[in-house]
């Protein structure tokens, strides 16, 4: 269910995830995994030789991959394609639009994951989760709930961003040097107010690591330029990537400062400051005046597989089990 907040479609479930659940902002989400895939080298999730393993056919069972936090569906979509063995479920507060073709393998659910994925326990070989924050409350106990929906030899993947900008050196932007900032730093502090995990993309490294189900931590960290005034090594095909994914990044921001809206105006701040700020943050951004980065972390890991005499067995102790009906 969607209700209007501001002019933009929300979720109608919970008040802590903010941003719109539109046709306009999931068209944002297609580029913004567009960016993010370029920044992968091209694939749909970091170390290849790792996920493949572990996506791999089993005699006798079904590879299954769920998406947390699926928005527009577009990793979904894309994941099932390319592993047309798996069945793949992707979860949301609210489903994609129903004109978006579907494979076979593949379908979506509506649901608030923060509620608890028991139903899910044991039964995935890949969950993959990304920018998915805002919308968790308690994100340590939230990636123990994600631990124990892998089987044995499943991989975690989540993918966050900071919602902040940096300046060249990587220190953190001030909101006087910038509005597209400045709307960043408000919508952050109003989201912080709401009790949303929106400052948890830095510690994600940390929770995971601290956490006894899991293992192998792997961990990337991608500054992306905002526009094209990054040139990497020098070296034309550096320059050629970078300026590639600054221009998505770019496109992105316009549409996300947008998304911010409703979320400034429900947190009781003037609207003619707010519409000021983004009306300036757009110049900025159309002007190529941002001369920053945002900063996005992609953790993964595996669950802790117990060798016991009978066999191999995860963290849970129910018994493996096939998804079948909808947690609704
Ligand atoms: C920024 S979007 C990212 C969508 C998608 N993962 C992607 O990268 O394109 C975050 C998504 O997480 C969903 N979300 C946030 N909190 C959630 C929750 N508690 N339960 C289920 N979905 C949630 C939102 O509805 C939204 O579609």
């Given at each position: 269910?969607?209700?209007?907040?501001?002019?933009?479609?929300?979720?109608?479930?919970?008040?802590?995830?903010?941003?719109?659940?539109?046709?306009?902002?999931?068209?944002?989400?297609?580029?913004?995994?567009?960016?993010?895939?370029?920044?992968?080298?091209?694939?749909?999730?970091?170390?290849?030789?790792?996920?493949?393993?572990?996506?791999?056919?089993?005699?006798?069972?079904?590879?299954?991959?769920?998406?947390?936090?699926?928005?527009?569906?577009?990793?979904?979509i894309q994941i099932a394609y390319q592993y047309p063995h798996a069945e793949v479920?992707?979860?949301?507060?609210?489903?994609?639009?129903?004109?978006?073709?579907?494979?076979?393998?593949?379908?979506?659910?509506?649901?608030?994951?923060?509620?608890?994925?028991?139903?899910?326990?044991?039964?995935?070989?890949?969950?993959?989760?990304?920018?998915?924050?805002?919308?968790?409350?308690?994100?340590?106990?939230?990636?123990?709930?994600?631990?124990?929906?892998?089987?044995?030899?499943?991989?975690?993947?989540?993918?966050?961003?900071?919602?902040?900008?940096?300046?060249?050196?990587?220190?953190?932007?001030?909101?006087?040097?910038?509005?597209?900032?400045?709307?960043?730093?408000?919508?952050?502090?109003?989201?912080?107010?709401?009790?949303?995990?929106?400052?948890?993309?830095?510690?994600?490294?940390?929770?995971?690591?601290?956490?006894?189900?899991?293992?192998?931590?792997?961990?990337?960290?991608?500054?992306?330029?905002?526009?094209?005034?990054?040139?990497?090594?020098?070296?034309?095909?550096?320059?050629?990537?970078?300026?590639?994914?600054?221009?998505?990044?770019?496109?992105?921001?316009?549409?996300?400062?947008?998304?911010?809206?409703?979320?400034?105006?429900?947190?009781?701040?003037?609207?003619?400051?707010?519409?000021?700020?983004?009306?300036?943050?757009?110049?900025?951004?159309?002007?190529?005046?941002?001369?920053?980065?945002?900063?996005?972390?992609?953790?993964?890991?595996?669950?802790?597989?117990?060798?016991?005499?009978?066999?191999?067995?995860?963290?849970?102790?129910?018994?493996?089990?096939?998804?079948?009906?909808?947690?609704?």
């Open positions: 269910m969607k209700v209007e907040a501001h002019g933009r479609m929300v979720n109608g479930q919970t008040d802590l995830y903010a941003l719109p659940a539109d046709e306009e902002e999931h068209a944002r989400l297609d580029t913004q995994h567009v960016m993010l895939q370029t920044a992968l080298g091209g694939y749909l999730y970091p170390d290849p030789k790792r996920i493949e393993a572990a996506l791999a056919p089993t005699p006798g069972r079904t590879t299954q991959i769920l998406d947390v936090g699926s928005g527009a569906g577009v990793w979904t479920i992707g979860v949301d507060l609210v489903l994609p639009a129903s004109d978006r073709p579907v494979p076979e393998n593949c379908r979506f659910e509506a649901d608030d994951v923060t509620l608890g994925m028991s139903h899910y326990h044991s039964a995935f070989d890949l969950v993959h989760c990304r920018a998915i924050s805002h919308g968790v409350p308690d994100m340590e106990a939230f990636l123990d709930d994600i631990a124990d929906t892998l089987r044995p030899g499943g991989v975690i993947v989540l993918v966050d961003g900071v919602m902040q900008l940096f300046r060249e050196d990587k220190s953190l932007m001030d909101a006087s040097e910038s509005s597209f900032q400045k709307v960043l730093f408000h919508s952050y502090n109003a989201l912080k107010s709401r009790g949303s995990g929106v400052d948890t993309c830095l510690l994600l490294q940390r929770m995971m690591e601290k956490n006894s189900k899991l293992k192998n931590l792997g961990y990337k960290e991608f500054f992306i330029p905002i526009g094209t005034w990054y040139d990497g090594d020098g070296t034309l095909e550096d320059r050629r990537r970078w300026h590639e994914m600054g221009e998505l990044l770019r496109h992105d921001c316009h549409g996300f400062a947008d998304a911010l809206r409703p979320l400034l105006l429900g947190e009781g701040y003037k609207q003619e400051w707010v519409d000021e700020w983004i009306k300036e943050a757009h110049s900025e951004l159309s002007e190529n005046r941002v001369s920053g980065f945002m900063a996005n972390t992609v953790v993964f890991i595996d669950l802790v597989v117990h060798r016991s005499v009978d066999g191999l067995y995860g963290c849970t102790s129910g018994p493996i089990e096939r998804i079948t009906k909808s947690p609704l």
